[in-house]
């Protein structure tokens, strides 16, 4: 039997993951805020404000009434930005079904509570871990609707979840693993945008691949140090949700993160970039609620310290970098 989804969110991902749904077989119905994008993808089966050009299965039809969207849906697939997921899931969540598997797509941790958000979802729905699910990994949108070939992870506590979940998400150019550990996947997801500004701030002020390497090896280090003490499997961060997603975000004009950083990095100020910016980069504010997650943990996290320095105190990334690099000496693993 085909399997019914629904995707909240018409964004880049969202628009991107119903393709790969569609792909594998589901019918999908794509909710979105804004009836002339909606309109669009019903009649041309196109999202023309994210990627024009591209033509979207017929498996997706979309709709501005999210009752209409989780109506039967086996899954209910997140893809807002994470700081509206709160007020958006308390509206929807009276219409989704008690035994919907409610899936994440979202790479960022909530200003305030500092919450994942899988915490959120469980939340604001009352949902069972066992059906709360987080997909991630290295899945820069425009080249996923190229079908251009990548990997994921599918997370879930519920391993059986998370294969019926893989089932539903693989196809000829998408290639779904298991994992049951959530938190890892999460933590994963939420800190590489934050380290992928501080490379592109590098990247701006034109440093060169040592400097970005040692970003990014350090980052990952700060990055597993926080997961652990959430919990995670430290072998999460040597995958596609940790590593995996970083060199991604780190190395690709197409991250969002990485263009932001590397504005600021080339001398923009943070609102000329803000305003550049016409997509989610969850990283700008998730580098707060990341810090602050980390501090409740009491975990050091010295680059993701940078990021806010910059993006939020208005440091020059000039003074940011010469105060990491002055740091006390410590061994490598500590
Ligand atoms: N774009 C990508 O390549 C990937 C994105 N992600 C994650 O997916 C999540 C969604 O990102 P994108 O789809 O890229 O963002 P986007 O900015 O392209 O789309 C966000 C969508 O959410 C909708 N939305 C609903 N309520 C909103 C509100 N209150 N305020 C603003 N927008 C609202 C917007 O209309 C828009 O359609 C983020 O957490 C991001 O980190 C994860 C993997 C890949
Ligand atoms: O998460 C992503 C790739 O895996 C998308 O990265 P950006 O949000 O920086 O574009």
Known sequence: MTTRMAVLGAGSWGTAFAM????????????????????????????PDYFPGIALPAGITATVDPAAAVADAEFVVLAVPSQTLRANLAAWAPR???QTVLVSLMKGVELGTAKLMSEV???????????????????????????????????????????????????????????????????????????????GIA?????????????????????????LAMGADPLTFAGLAGMGDLVA?????????????????????????????????????SCRSVLDLARR???????????????????PPQVVVKELMSRSAKPERR
């Open 203 to 227: 990247e701006g002020m034109e440093l060169g691949d040592n400097t970005k390497a040692s970003l990014i090896t350090r980052g990952l280090a700060e990055t597993a140090r926080l997961g």
């Open 297 to 315: 943990h009491r975990i050091d996290m010295p680059i993701a310290q940078m990021v806010v320095d910059v993006v939020h105190d208005g440091k």
């Open 249 to 285: 975000t780190c190395s690709s004009p197409l991250s969002r993160n990485h263009t932001f950083g590397a504005n600021l990095g080339r001398g923009m100020t943070v609102a000329e970039t803000i305003a550049a910016t016409r997509q989610t980069a969850e990283g700008v504010t």
């Open 121 to 199: 979802i469980a939340e604001v729905t009352g949902a069972d871990r066992d059906r709360i699910a987080v997909v991630s990994g290295p899945n820069l949108a425009p080249e996923i609707v190229r079908r251009e070939p990548a990997a994921c992870v599918v997370a879930c506590r519920d391993e059986t979840v998370a294969e019926r979940l893989q089932l539903a998400c693989h196809t000829a150019y998408y290639r779904p693993y298991t994992n049951v550990d959530v938190v890892g996947c999460e933590v994963g997801g939420a800190a590489k945008n934050v380290i992928g500004l501080a490379v």
């Open 96 to 98: 989704i079904g008690p």
């Open 20 to 47: 790969i749904l569609a792909d594998a077989g589901s019918r999908v119905t794509l909710w979105g805020r804004r009836p002339e994008v909606v309109d669009a993808v019903n009649r041309t089966h196109t999202n």
